[in-house]
């Protein structure tokens, strides 16, 4: 579904990524495991396409179902989340649809066609909040907020969903929810889903298959709970295996 | 060496080497600040001796204007006139918000459709928030005649300069999260604005408006005094007729009205504040 060949990202004189191949099938999560600056967040952005649009240059090619990569085809989820905590639970969701509405029928949320808010709802109803639709977002806990995140992105209609570190900013329980609704929707909607994960624990357990980055480089792929201890420096390790 | 009962240790104080560069410029610093206000003592005719000479002619003022003429003839077109004078605040305010919101849109960063826009923007907000409301209001009571809607039209063109520029400073303040989040669904430039900046700066922007309100209620004030009708014109009146005890009415009804005003203002913020 998502096909990365050949990402090679430069900031200045320096490469970044050099020349990443990555491919997410329809139905499957795969999880990029690396050390901090190993190019993960870099990896994802030239996905989204935003490699370059802040001062790095960005060869390579993205393909979506086969086609080069349209605008709306990729949906993002952010560690930091990101809804407008002042809005309505609804109105975030709708949100998502907005690159689809005319200005005239998107202009002010009241003007959101009765269609896209039920598809809103429905999209709710898929991350399980729909019962707190007119709540305030910003008074959900944290993991609920990172869900209605993931509902605003299935209301963009992408097929592909680009998380980076979706869960980092949760605590263990919320996580593990997020995450396995995450592996759920790649099952059963055969979305393509890549996320950046900082847990191999995390990654074994709901991704269907990693990729280990190091230095810019792809140096691991495999299924599932193949052995990720070598992406990590020596005494980041010792931390990893308690948590 | 002495000891506190925690066991911590008296230690000197190790001297602090001042370097003579610092000095120079200090002292340099402080001989510029006294030039220019021995210059601006002079240009401005300050005297003692002056306000002494003067100070029959304040007696004399303050025993006229003391007892305030509190005559209903007096007190209801001074109630009066500070009705128009709080109208003239009021839609001075909000007929400048739409003008206001689309030139601060266009004078932040972010939300600026380019830097060509970005940069006429501003220039705009600072060439009405340069020419201050008196001066506007001179020009369209000459334009347009005595009375309360000169006071209007100018007060809209002054405070579209200084609330654009105080809504534009927010917006490119504000937390660009969300802004990114609807860019990377595909949201254009304004369905960004509409549905992620706006929304999470309506707290701030309206503690500016009413902020604004507040200023520009007293500002009415002082575009009466130049004929643009309202309170201020009246006091004007009683000046020129020597009637201070008239004016001192009309100027306890001014106290009245700002702290009704400044009190009302403070409190609706202080609302937005808590739920924010
Ligand atoms: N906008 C930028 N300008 C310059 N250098 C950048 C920029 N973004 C990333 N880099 C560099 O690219 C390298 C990879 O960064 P990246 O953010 O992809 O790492 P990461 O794997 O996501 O790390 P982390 O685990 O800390 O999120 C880093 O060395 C970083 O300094
Ligand atoms: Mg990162």
Known sequence: MLQVTGARVRYGDREVLHGVDVEVAAGELLAVLGANGSGKSTLLRAAAGLAGSDGGENDGEVRVDGRERAPLDVALVFQRIHLVPRRTVLDNVCAGALGRLPLRSSLVAALFPRAVREEAMGCLERVGLADRAHDRAGALSGGQQQRVAVARALCQRARVLLADEPVSALDPAAAEQVLGLLAELAHTERLAVLAVLHQPGLAARYADRVVGLREGRVVLDGPAGTDVGSLYPADDRDLEAVS | MT?????????????????????????????????????????????????????????????????????????????????????????????????????????????????????????????????????????????????????????????????????????????????????????????????????????????????????????????????????????????????????????????????????????????????A
């Open chain 2, 3 to 275: 000891m506190t009962d925690t066991g911590v240790r008296w230690v000197p104080v190790p001297p602090r080497r001042r370097r003579p560069r610092t000095l120079a410029v200090g002292g340099a610093v402080l001989a510029a600040l006294l030039i220019v206000h021995v210059i601006a003592w002079r240009t401005t005719e300050m005297s003692f001796a002056t306000l002494l000479d003067g100070a029959d002619g304040m007696a004399d003022f303050l025993s006229e204007a003391i007892p305030p003429d509190l005559s209903a003839d007096v007190l209801l077109p001074s109630l009066e006139g500070a009705l128009v004078t709080l109208w003239i605040g009021l839609l001075g305010t909000t007929l400048s918000i739409p003008f206001a919101l689309l030139l601060a849109l266009a004078a932040a960063r972010g939300t600026a459709p380019g830097p060509v826009v970005y940069q006429a923007a501003r220039g705009l907000l600072s060439f009405l928030r340069a020419v201050p409301d008196v001066v506007f209001a001179l020009i369209f009571v000459t334009a347009v005649g005595l009375g309360p809607f000169p006071g209007v039209l100018a007060l809209v063109f002054h405070n579209v300069g200084v609330m654009g520029k105080l809504w534009a400073e927010t917006i490119e303040d504000a937390d660009p999260g969300p802004p990114t989040a609807l860019r990377s669904a595909g949201a254009g430039r304004l369905q960004v604005a509409a549905h992620a900046l706006l929304p999470s700066l309506t707290p701030q922007l309206t503690g500016l408006l009413l902020y604004r309100f507040d200023v520009n209620v007293r500002s009415s004030l002082v575009l009466g005094l130049v004929g643009a009708g309202g309170i201020g014109f009246l006091i004007n009146q009683s000046i020129q007729l020597f009637r201070f005890d008239e004016m001192l009415t009309h100027i306890l009804v001014v106290l009245v009205l700002i702290v009704a005003v400044d009190r009302l203002s403070a409190l609706v913020r202080r609302h937005l504040g808590s739920a």
